[in-house]
């Protein structure tokens, strides 16, 4: 109460002056009553007619100058005391308008951070605008926004129910996202002109630790927010202090399926990138411990302890980081039980709960799926069509020989690939749901049926590599793939020969980048790809962002490659615009070809589209899952909630955004699960310069700092008064003028 | 050395204690202002010579003077008279009020009362110089002092010591404050005071009447009425102080009145228009009933000249001389 009725002065000192003063008019008065002169008088007589004539005018009149001398004293006081007019207004519940207070707070991940000697930042953040709360008048209405990605209206329309807003700060809790200021403050400006609120009687207070992470003050604000500051007064809490934070920027899996080699162990590796934050940075020990567990959850599979030796200065690192199980720890030692465990991977900063000042971003998970072996569809001609040849005649001799080579036993099962035949003038449903991948060798062969049923498959998270067929025949089947699976891609209708004499050939670019999946043989990759020729192809263009060329020609246009991928629903293609033919290329007889098709297989089998994506998922994110989870209902999330989903032209998508980082799994059981993560740059927890936060803030117009020491002076001292102020000194002024008459009128002191 | 007519001046009267010789001074003031008066011919020492005019009744021509100067200068004689004179002089409370002291009683203060006794002493003078009989009465509510009619040399003195034995006292130092009449009283009662005065007259008599009035006009008709009914004449001197006629005062002030009407605490700007307002319908109807019985009236400032009163005097005097003749 009392910080309420101090909120409605600015110079409380001055308005308790004025209020005060309204004494002295009145002490005048009966001083002046007690202290006359006493004066001898003969006629007293017409003295006392006269008086008896005018006595009730006369004390009218005194008691209109006394009223209209304490007028001018009290109004003059409230006058100069400025905002204690709106305030008192407001106090006495007469000024119906009020202000319009939007509290924008921020509850991004940097919040979270523990602040030595002075407790967490939101808990901070979070005092100063329920003391905003407080200072407002009865007649003054609140909302409350909290500004983390995506932003949320706590209230979401200006309310005079104050104890709604204290509630909804009290509840907040700071998220895992990083703040959005940009799209709040533009929401913020579409609301206030959805309202017409009055400039003068709207005021933005803007709450926040204002670390880096908050606002990215190297790009200008939106245009359309310069108008702001003339539509609303702009308060603005001062940047906290950095602290120092060390986080896990990211876990990447280096495959999201592991298989097991020979000896029946899975071997899972990933990326884990570090960096830290602070105004310094000394040498330190950071220790991680890693593990891996079932993806439901239950004790660790497999563990490993890493430490990082910080060098002074340095701020980023990352290492590789190896997890082992065997099969039979991962429970897939049985060759006729489960081929596939999901397992979630898992990064921890040592300790990150007592010394960490942010804990949240010093765990992070990712999914892996380890795999006892993968089935390859290899959709070639039927058996009885292929004609004898010899040995390595045909392309799928090469496939077989590089992904299922027979041991010394003559098997070709005992490897982690096991191929199966798919004829592909008769590639059905159930045939490719048995398998990971296919290998479609004999495009020209796949009727109608088989497109459509292709298309479908990939659509849903399945994987078509395509190889085009040893024939110089006119390749119609093109037209097939542009039209059924890679729209944006040019194929010509007949196989290219180099122009010029017959043994020359095309070259690979050696300078081309290294594909992502490909990354494991980056350091070799232009050695094993120029000895690559091409003497016979079928031209393929790529032309969207989607498209990705693995081998381009040399000399050739940008778009012209060998081999190209793209995506398609959940699933990818991919196309080798040459035959596995000597004649067409040497590539099978390369040391390339054995490695680009298993770790091609191993790489994107699992994470075609759909595990990268829900592997990158963060905090703030409203992820669209993809078509497997078609007749997925929600999901739980880490803590046991349930969030609903929806059906959206890309797949099933969340209502609502995430913000729990961990496991989020299919409901029912349907063993679909995706992970969210805390928004790495959302941690980064040092301090911006208050001179770059002014530079950002400038275009949008007038602004204020909030005074740390006392915020309810500075959020009192923008209550409207300059259109009251002005016209009571006005009034005060008409009131000496007519007081001056009245008195001069009264006492008839006209000469 | 001040000039003859400063002794016609209440500043240079106050500043005389004796009330005998201020009456000299007037009267010396008074009569060597006549070379310039209008009034010329009828003052006694200066009607002895005149210049003659072409009408003149060559009777009265003073051959001697024609025979030393060869010029033609009618002699006037002192006429025997036979009028009598009654001064009454108002010793009431309200006579007690200057504005010059806050303290009435103060000395140098110039109250109505001593401007009416210095005219009255004044008059008084003359008259007896002209061989009138003069009688003279001080009263308030009834008659506080009354001498006899007289035209012997040494009345005057008596005269004298008549206005300077009462003095007008106010509520106050009668000692009671609040209003209660003192048991003596000291406001007027026109119609008792003129009943009495008139009683003692046998005479045909000129009455001045020196006072501020300060009683209800209905009283100042009847008496005035009673006046003219026994054939008296009468020349009716209001005395007022310059305060009472302005009320200039601007503080706020308790108001006390010197005739027990009690007190009043009142902001004089507030009042001043209706106070004066009283004020000048009172002097009006003083003027309308003096006119109705063919009264001479004159509102006197008490702080103005004692000479424009006197005059008026001498020249009603004269009027009633004719009459009487």
């Known amino acids: ?751 | 050395m001040p000039a003859a007519t400063d002794y016609l001046s209440p500043q240079t009267l106050s500043a005389v204690g004796s009330l005998e010789l201020r009456a000299r001074m007037i009267v010396e003031g008074l009569l060597t202002g006549m070379h310039r008066s209008p009034y010329q011919g009828i003052s006694v020492e200066f009607a002895q010579h005149r210049q003659y005019t072409p009408g003149d009744d060559t009777r009265y021509l003073d051959w001697k003077v024609f025979g030393r100067t060869d010029k033609l200068y009618l002699k006037q004689y002192q006429k025997e008279t036979n009028l009598d004179l009654v001064v009454l002089v108002d010793a009431s409370g309200s006579m007690a009020y200057s504005s010059g002291n806050a303290d009435p009683a103060a000395p140098g203060s110039w109250r109505k009362y001593d401007h009416a006794a210095s005219i009255g002493a004044a008059m008084a003078y003359l008259s007896l110089r002209q061989q009138d009989r003069v009688g003279m009465t001080v009263f308030s509510d009834r008659l506080i002092q009354v001498s006899r009619m007289s035209n012997a040399h040494d009345h005057w003195r008596s005269l004298v010591d008549l206005l300077t034995t009462h003095d007008p006292r106010t509520s106050e130092q009668h000692g009671a404050p609040g209003g209660a009449k003192p048991a003596d009283g000291f406001a007027t009662d026109f119609v008792h005071v003129f009943d009495q005065v008139l009683a003692k007259l046998s005479r045909r008599s000129l009455i001045v009447l020196i006072s501020d009035l300060f009683d209800a006009t209905d009283a100042l008709d009847t008496a005035f009425a009673r006046v003219h009914h026994r054939r008296h004449d009468m020349l009716v001197l209001q005395t007022l102080d310059p305060a009472e006629l302005d009320f200039p005062f601007r503080d706020p002030s308790d108001f006390i009145g010197l005739e027990s009407e009690g007190k009043i605490g009142l902001d004089p700007h507030a009042i001043r228009r209706a106070y004066l307002d009283a004020l000048h319908a009172h002097l009006a109807r003083v003027e309308e009933a003096t006119r109705r019985f063919h009264f001479d009236h004159m509102v006197l400032n008490s702080h103005e000249s004692l000479g424009v009163p006197l005059s008026q005097f001498l020249a009603r005097r004269s009027a009633s001389m004719s009459k009487g003749a």
């Open chain 1, 1 to 751: 109460m009392t910080a309420q009725v101090a909120g409605l002065f600015t110079t409380g000192g001055l308005a308790a002056a004025g209020a005060a003063a309204i004494t002295i008019p009145i002490a005048i008065h009966l001083l002046t009553r007690l202290r006359r002169r006493p004066q001898r008088w003969a006629a007293m007589r017409f003295l006392i007619e006269a008086y008896r004539r005018q006595r009730q005018r006369i004390q009218i009149e005194q008691l209109l100058l006394l009223i209209v001398r304490c007028l001018i004293v009290a109004l003059l006081g409230l006058a100069l005391s400025g905002p204690l007019l709106g305030g008192v207004a407001r106090s006495l519940g007469i000024d119906a308008a009020g202000r319009t207070v939007f509290i924008l707070i921020d509850d991004a991940l940097s919040t979270q951070a523990q602040e030595p000697g002075s407790g967490a930042r939101a808990d901070r953040l979070r005092d100063t605008a329920l003391r905003v709360v407080d200072s407002l008048g009865s007649a003054d209405r609140v909302a409350v926004w909290s500004v983390a990605r995506p932003m949320l209206t706590q209230v979401a329309t200006p309310s005079p129910d104050r104890a709604a807003a204290r509630e909804a700060l009290t509840k907040l809790k700071p998220r895992h996202s990083r703040a959005d200021w940009p799209a709040a403050l533009s929401a913020l400006q579409a609301e206030i002109k959805r309202l017409s609120l009055p400039p003068d009687r709207v005021t933005v207070v803007l709450v926040s630790d204002f670390s880096l992470s908050t606002l990215d003050t190297t790009r200008l604000p939106p245009l359309e927010l310069s108008s702001l500051g003339s539509r609303a007064k702009l308060l603005v809490t001062r940047p906290m202090p950095s602290v120092s934070n060390t986080q896990i920027s990211a876990l990447v899996p280096r495959r999201s399926v592991a298989l097991a080699d020979a000896t029946g162990v899975v071997v899972i590796e990933a990326e884990l990138h570090l960096r830290r934050f602070g105004v310094e940075a000394p040498e330190s020990l950071t220790g991680i411990d890693i593990a891996a567990r079932p993806a439901g959850g239950g004790e660790p599979l497999a563990v490993a302890r890493r430490e990082v030796r910080w060098a002074a200065g340095q701020t980023e690192t990352s290492l590789q980081i190896e997890l082992k199980a065997t099969l039979a720890a991962l429970g897939l030692g049985d060759a006729a039980g489960a081929n596939a465990r999901g397992l979630t991977l898992e990064a921890r900063i040592q300790d990150a709960g007592s010394s960490e000042p942010l804990p949240a971003d010093g765990l992070r998970v990712a999914l892996v799926e380890a795999r006892r072996r993968l089935t390859v569809a290899v959709a070639d001609e039927p058996a009885t069509d292929r004609a004898e040849g010899s040995w390595f005649s045909r392309p799928r001799d090469w496939i077989e020989a590089a992904l299922a080579p027979a041991d010394a036993n003559g098997h070709t099962d005992t490897g982690p690939i096991r191929l199966i035949d798919a004829p592909a003038s008769s590639l059905d449903e159930r045939t490719l749901r048995a398998a990971d991948a296919l290998l479609l060798l004999r495009p020209d062969l796949l009727n109608d049926a088989g497109w459509k049923t292709l298309r479908a498959w990939v659509e849903q998270g399945g994987f078509v590599w395509l190889f085009t067929p040893p024939s110089d025949a006119p390749a119609t089947w093109t037209t097939r793939v542009t039209e059924r699976l890679a729209p944006d891609w040019r194929l010509s209708l007949e196989p290219l020969h180099p122009v010029g004499a017959a043994e020359s050939t095309w070259r690979l670019d050696g300078e081309h980048p290294v594909p992502e999946m490909m990354r494991l043989l980056s350091t070799d990759w232009p050695a094993l790809v120029r000895p690559i020729a091409v003497s016979r192809r079928i031209a393929l263009k790529t032309s969207t962002a989607q498209d990705t060329v693995w081998l381009r020609l040399a000399d050739a246009g940008e778009s012209d490659a060998l081999l190209a991928t793209t995506s398609l629903g959940d699933g990818r293609v991919m196309m080798l615009a040459a035959a596995i033919d000597p004649a067409w290329t040497n590539l099978p007889t390369k040391p390339l070809f054995v490695p680009l098709l298993h770790e091609t297989l191993r790489g994107v089998i699992g994470s075609p589209g759909e595990a990268a994506r829900l592997n990158a998922v963060v905090s703030g994110e409203q992820p669209t899952l993809g078509r497997r989870w078609d007749g997925v209902e929600s999901v739980a999330t880490p803590d046991g909630q349930t969030l609903r989903l929806k059906r959206t032209e890309g797949g099933v998508a969340l209502l609502s955004p995430v913000d729990k980082p961990g496991v989020y799994a299919s409901q029912p059981g349907a063993g679909l699960r995706f992970v969210v993560n805390p928004d790495a740059d959302a941690g980064d927890t040092r301090a911006l310069d208050e001179q770059a936060i002014t530079r950002w803030l400038r275009p949008l117009g007038d602004w204020k700092w909030i005074d740390p020491a006392n915020p309810l002076a500075t959020v009192a001292a923008e209550r409207p008064r300059a259109d009251i102020g002005w016209p009571l000194l006005w009034v005060v002024l008409t009131l000496v003028l007519a007081e001056t008459a009245m008195a001069r009128w009264f006492s008839h002191a006209t000469k």
